[in-house]
């Protein structure tokens, strides 16, 4: 499944508050997506209506994009994970490049960058020929493309939760009372 974060620069993108609730209900379903409300409301001595109606609207809202497994890589197969910063010349239209990217399996993240690469690129491959052979076949034809430069990550910390999972870990103590 591909995610499109595209946004019209005119659009103006109106901004959901979050309270201490609806934070530490997404803490909580960062930590575990698959926790039911009843478990999240126990876990917060709130009752289980308030939070399945906090969640609708944080879902409504838009705030809750979906559901997503947490996969280790290396146990499934693909333990190289690699970067790659792309040039493309200037007359590419880069949302070709953007869906092209997204076209190569390995491909977890395409990014749209301002400076001297346009791109920056995550791929997951099974090993470094696994790597070598995308970067020299389904790499090299995105739209545009005239250099590649490809640092390999040795070490990583991320959020559980995804990419851009966030927590408020330091700000969900204390008690929230039913709305």
């Excluded at 103006?12 to 530490?24: A, E, G, H, K």
């Excluded at 545009?144 to 939760?161: C, E, K, M, N, S």
């Excluded at 990419?163 to 408020?168: C, I, L, R």
Aim: charged content about 25%; some cysteine.
């Amino acid at each position: 499944m591909m995610t499109d974060d595209r946004k019209n620069p005119a659009q103006v993108v109106s901004i959901f508050p979050l309270d201490l609730v609806d934070r530490r209900i997404l803490s909580y379903l960062g930590d575990n997506a698959r926790m039911s409300a009843r478990s999240v409301a126990r876990a917060m001595d709130v009752s289980a209506g308030l939070v399945i109606e906090r969640i609708k609207r944080l879902e409504e809202r838009g705030v809750i994009k979906g559901y997503r497994v947490e996969v280790n890589h290396e146990v499934a197969g693909f333990g190289v994970n690699a970067f790659a910063f792309v040039q493309v010349n200037a007359q590419q239209n880069i949302d070709e490049a953007l869906d092209f990217c997204m076209t190569i399996p390995e491909m977890e993240v395409a990014n749209w960058l301002s400076g001297e690469y346009q791109l920056l690129l995550t791929i997951r491959a099974r090993d470094y020929a696994h790597l070598q052979e995308l970067l020299l076949g389904r790499i090299r034809k995105i739209p545009g493309i005239t250099h590649i430069t490809t640092p390999l990550a040795l070490a990583h910390r991320r959020r559980v939760g995804g990419q851009f999972a966030f927590t408020w870990k330091d700000n969900t103590s204390g008690d929230v009372k039913n709305d």
